[in-house]
């Protein structure tokens, strides 16, 4: 079994003495219950991983010593999800899957038909950034990805240019997710609808605005996890799940 990740500052990570504390060490030392001389890998969330044995722990804080490092490099593709705002546990769901499967960024949309409402005071954006980060532990990820505040439409139509290539997924579209070619470098983003569905005029001003729709196959997936299983796809098109070299 890997050993588990948690979360630390860059300077914590730097120390050959590095201190697990607040919320992540209290989740070590009282939930996790590590003991001395348990293996632990600490993350700093952009890259860089070190890993050591637990060498002192208090209630709410626990001391690893160092024994090897790792940096992860940024990827050149990176990945977008465009994540209609969802319900409760479907938007903690779909949060979770794609983070697992390697996401760059997440950008919660309030799409027309969103059921949910999206809190503006920072509530919701804190939720959304805390289910990432817990999901970047469990899947020993060195890098959390960035959870941006929600957009509407216009807002996203807007910010399309940005990026390389832009798929939305739609289970009338003609052609197919796996069809896709992926640029060697840059950024691409995948818009994930919600559960009743793209209206017909966001998908006119996508069109229009170049975007591709695409569809993931003869079923039609639920929102928490249509962007997981499309990432999966994209990802196995790159070098993310091959056996990769780590600078150190």
């Known amino acids: 079994m890997t050993a588990p990740v948690f979360l630390v500052s860059s300077q914590a990570l730097a120390s050959d003495i590095c201190r697990i504390d607040g919320d992540e060490g209290r989740h070590a030392a009282t939930v ?3 003991r001395i001389g348990e293996r632990i890998d600490v993350c700093d969330g952009i890259g860089h991983r070190a ?28 990945f977008i999800a465009v994540q209609a705002i969802a319900k409760g546990d479907r938007a903690d769901l ?14 919660p949309w309030k799409s027309q038909h969103s059921i949910a409402q999206w809190d503006d005071t920072g509530k919701s954006l804190a ?7 817990e999901a970047t532990k469990q899947s020993r990820r060195s890098w959390v990805p960035i959870v941006s505040d929600a957009v509407t439409t216009g807002e996203l139509i ?7 290539l832009v798929v939305v997924l739609h289970e009338s579209a003609e052609r197919s997710l796996s069809d896709v070619v992926l640029p060697r470098s840059g950024t691409v983003a995948v818009v994930i609808g919600p559960e009743g569905g793209i209206s017909a005029s966001e998908l006119e001003l996508f069109s229009s605005s170049g975007v591709v729709a695409v569809r993931m196959g003869d079923t039609v997936m639920r929102t928490s ?9 994209l990802a196995s098109k790159t070098s993310r799940w091959a056996n990769k070299e780590v600078t150190r």
Do not use: C, F
């Open 158 to 164: 807007n910010d399309l240019a940005e990026y390389d």
């Open 127 to 133: 939720k959304w950034l805390r289910v990432a980060r």
């Open 225 to 233: 996890t249509a962007g997981g299983v499309a990432l999966g796809v």
């Open 51 to 78: 890993s050591g044995l637990v060498q002192a722990l208090g209630r709410d804080w626990v001391d690893l010593a160092i024994d090897s490092r790792v940096s992860d490099p940024e990827p050149e593709l990176h």
């Open 94 to 107: 779909a949060i979770e899957l794609l983070t697992e499967v390697g996401v760059d960024r997440i950008i």
């Open 32 to 34: 996790k219950r590590m």
